[in-house]
């Protein structure tokens, strides 16, 4: 199946038909986060996304190899550990449990090996000397040791720009250590911070190094797929694939795929405009999955406005999903819908289609009748959890959020207005409803029972 599987690869700009290099497994390295912040909701697009696209392998019958670093060493770190008094990597420590909580309540699957810098000094120090002695790594006296972009003729290949273009660009700050003012930092020698001995003096590593390092060191010098934000491509992979194929005279990884930016009302995504908006503060109002649902209604190398709007556009969805699967019960063995199976799978295999994909299985889902077509809700059902969606029960989906009442306050006071109906006080009872429903809690009255819903 994998076999008709396109991909958009960034470093050729074009759909190609992938190919593992291993026949059924899929070698994956992913660019992580660097831990000293809580997560934002452009983390969460990217790492939703890779969730999904590394689900859908296995459930294609693959065997994935997944890598997701944890840049542990970073001045941002530094400086924010420095700020709270505190060595950094305590400091980081800090943030990493924070992630794995925010990633956890998302449904983000962990990777097979989640590599820190702090534990691969020296793998990164090994790289170094090895493209030091092939005469890509410099220092004058006692400066940093930088990577000489020149005398790697395919620099800029991933961002399809030459090295000319790409510096115009960006904007430097004059370094007379350097040859070109493109070449970046492989070891930093500083005795600020966090340090670590090395050949070249007590320092850390430069940014780039660490992903080339640890993806060989688990992948090989040549794996199938490495990914990450689109904010990542150029400089950081474009430095990346420089310094590897030049530490190894191998290809690298085979595809590179990028997943679009997030923007807050299409404004840019910043503390300084307040529109900083973490994992955190969704979860406040709205179930991890209505999230998860929200950036799979968008192509995943498209960019993507958050809204509102947009969330309450998922969670209309996602309700009638839930709500079409309750009294449902699903034998544990039935005989799947091949062909809804099969439509479903065509379309992530041109290049994870997801938007396709919800779109056709909102109009499977209104085709279904409940008491004759359980074989065809177990394939939904099937579908939907590969999507990491549908996995909570129903009640825990329509009552999640914040609320200023407790279960036993609501559950009282649906007694008192079941008591007040029972009296014929319907004034009451209205008033009671109205009062919940202030409080964004919805009454649905069902066979002479009523439960209740977060609005």
Request: glycine content about 4%; charged content about 35%; aromatic content about 10%.
């Amino acid at each position: 199946l994998h076999l008709k599987m396109k991909i958009f690869n960034s470093l050729t700009g074009k759909k190609e038909t992938f190919r593992s290099k291993i026949n059924k497994e899929v070698s994956i390295y992913i660019c992580g986060l660097t831990p000293y912040d809580d997560v934002h909701i452009g983390h969460a697009r990217t790492f939703v996304n890779f969730d999904v696209i590394v689900k859908f392998f296995k459930f294609l019958g693959l065997k994935v190899r997944y890598v997701r670093n944890i840049t542990d060493v970073d001045d941002k770190i530094i400086n924010r550990a420095k700020e709270e008094g505190i060595p950094a990597l305590d400091f980081s420590k800090k943030y990493i449990k924070e992630m794995h909580d925010d990633f956890s309540s998302l449904g983000i699957e962990s990777p097979d090996v989640e590599p820190k810098v702090s534990d691969h000094i020296d793998e990164i120090i090994s790289m170094i000397q090895s493209l030091e002695e092939k005469g890509y790594a410099y220092r004058k006296k006692e400066s940093d040791v930088f990577f000489d972009v020149q005398k790697f003729k395919e620099y800029g290949k991933l961002s399809n720009r030459s090295l000319e273009q790409l510096t115009a660009a960006e904007r430097t700050i004059v370094d007379l250590n350097k040859k070109h003012k493109a070449d970046f930092v492989l070891w930093k020698v500083d005795t600020d911070g966090i340090t670590w001995p090395s050949p070249w003096g007590k320092g850390r590593p430069g940014w780039h190094i660490e992903c080339s390092a640890m993806s060989i060191k688990y992948l090989g010098e040549e794996f199938d797929i490495h990914g990450g934000g689109l904010d990542l491509k150029f400089p950081h992979h474009e430095n990346e694939i420089a310094q590897a194929e030049c530490a190894t005279d191998k290809k690298f990884a085979s595809l590179w795929m990028h997943t679009g930016p997030l923007r807050i009302d299409d404004k840019k995504m910043s503390k300084f405009l307040k529109n900083f908006i973490t994992v955190k503060d969704i979860l406040k109002n709205f179930h991890p999955e209505v999230l998860r649902l929200f950036f799979l209604l968008t192509h995943y190398r498209s960019p993507i406005s958050y809204s509102i709007d947009g969330l309450e556009k998922a969670k209309r969805i996602l309700d009638k999903l839930y709500t079409a699967f309750s009294d449902i019960k699903i034998p544990r063995t039935f005989s799947e819908d091949k062909s809804f199976k099969q439509l479903f799978i065509s379309s992530l295999n041109d290049d994870f289609n997801t938007p396709k994909a919800i779109t056709q299985i909102q109009a499977y889902a209104k085709t279904l009748e409940k008491k004759i077509e359980i074989e065809k809700f177990g394939t939904l059902k099937l579908i939907l959890n590969s999507l990491g969606l549908l996995i909570d029960k129903e009640d825990n989906y329509f009552k999640f959020g914040e609320l200023t009442l407790s279960d036993e306050e609501i559950e009282k006071l649906i007694e008192e207005r079941n008591q007040a109906r029972n009296n014929k006080d319907f004034v009451t009872a209205d008033n009671i409803r109205e009062e919940l429903l202030e409080k964004g809690i919805v009454l649905e009255d069902l066979d002479k029972k009523t439960i209740w819903k977060k609005n």
